[in-house]
């Protein structure tokens, strides 16, 4: 009987000890793979080289005492810098005024300067350096890198038209100056952002509002069917309750073009798409439309018992039955 059993349970055939000579390979073949490939060591910093780097921003106009142990040697010199990835140099700028070639100098890519300028032209500003980190496609390290050296300017009357005259600091090798046209200083168009026609790049130029929010608030508009009031706005997702109050006053809102769901044709499905009807609420009104016909209008949403009327008023604003509004 045990030699029965050995015959039929523990015997292989020639394809199952094939495939359990490959298994065994790759096994060994995974644990040895790490030892032929050791960690790469790790770079140490020329100490002649950081030494030097500290000396020039002790020697650099304006510097105070001790600057050099503040700052990283990346971004202490105003002299070509070429540090792993980076490569540019580093002066004291105003982001809300330096042209493309300003943010080449400093090293920047072509992508992040285009979406710096798209931001500028949009009426977007740069209120304190820390915005800077606002920039989509700013790595961490680069925006660490620039910070020491953003200096904000005070805005320039809107009815200046002169350019401004852009040189790189006296203590590096730019000697190229030309004359580039100001950015003045808007938060908003006159009479305010329109919120159900604003995209992203508009919603960005409003005070604490970035380019994650921005899109949160253009997704909630969307998912709604437009907004039929500003105080909607402060329901977006993760917008705090203080960024909307400061923002509240900078919108307007155009609900003459809200998308509507027509309550005797859509069915649950379509209905619970919409962030302010739950599935238990979809299916009360379907129910409701299949047990007593046809709705004449809006109205007779409020026979059913589990929409209160203030429920009602609120979802009213996107519900038509055929041609009514």
């Not at 202490?76 to 792993?84: D, E, I, L, Q, Y």
């Not at 977007?124 to 350096?129: D, E, L, M, S």
């Not at 000697?175 to 026609?197: D, L, Q, R, V």
Request: net charge positive; glycine share 8%; hydrophobic share 35%.
């Amino acid at each position: 009987m045990w030699k029965q059993f050995v015959k039929d349970y523990l015997r292989f055939n020639k394809g199952e000890r094939r495939a359990v000579l490959v298994l065994l390979v790759l096994t060994l073949l995974i644990l040895v793979l790490p030892w032929c490939w050791p960690a790469p060591k790790p770079v140490v910093p020329d100490k002649k080289m950081l030494q030097q780097l500290e000396r020039q921003m002790a020697e650099q106009p304006g510097a105070e005492p001790g600057d050099h142990a503040v700052h990283s040697p990346v971004s202490t010199s105003a002299t070509s810098v070429n540090t792993g990835r980076f490569s540019g140099r580093l002066f004291y700028f105003d982001p809300n005024t330096l042209p493309e070639a300003g943010f080449k100098e400093l090293g920047l890519r072509d992508r992040t300067i285009q979406t710096i300028q798209h931001y500028r032209e949009k009426g977007g500003r740069f209120r304190r350096p820390e915005d800077l980190g606002k920039i989509y496609g700013l790595y961490p390290d680069e925006y660490a890198r620039l910070l020491p050296y953003v200096k904000i300017e005070q805005p320039l009357p809107a009815t200046r038209s002169a350019g401004k005259e852009y040189s790189a600091p006296s203590t590096g090798s730019y000697t190229k100056s030309a004359s580039y046209p100001s950015y003045p200083h808007k938060t908003t168009t006159p009479h305010g952002i329109e919120i159900n026609a604003a995209d992203t790049l508009s919603l960005i130029t409003l005070p604490g509002i970035g380019e994650r929010l921005a899109g949160r608030i253009v997704h909630f508009r969307d998912k709604l069917g437009g907004f039929y009031s500003v105080d909607q706005v402060g329901e977006t997702y993760a917008l705090p309750d203080s960024v909307f109050q400061q923002i509240k006053i900078l919108l307007r809102c155009d609900s003459n073009a809200l998308r509507h769901l027509d309550i005797n044709t859509a069915d649950a499905n379509t209905l619970r798409q919409h962030p302010y009807i739950s599935w238990n609420i979809a299916n009360a009104i379907v129910e409701y439309r299949r047990q007593h016909g046809d709705y004449k209008n809006v109205g007779e949403l409020q026979k059913i018992d589990i929409i209160t009327s203030e429920f009602f008023q609120k979802l009213r604003p996107y519900l038509t039955v055929g041609s009514e509004k």
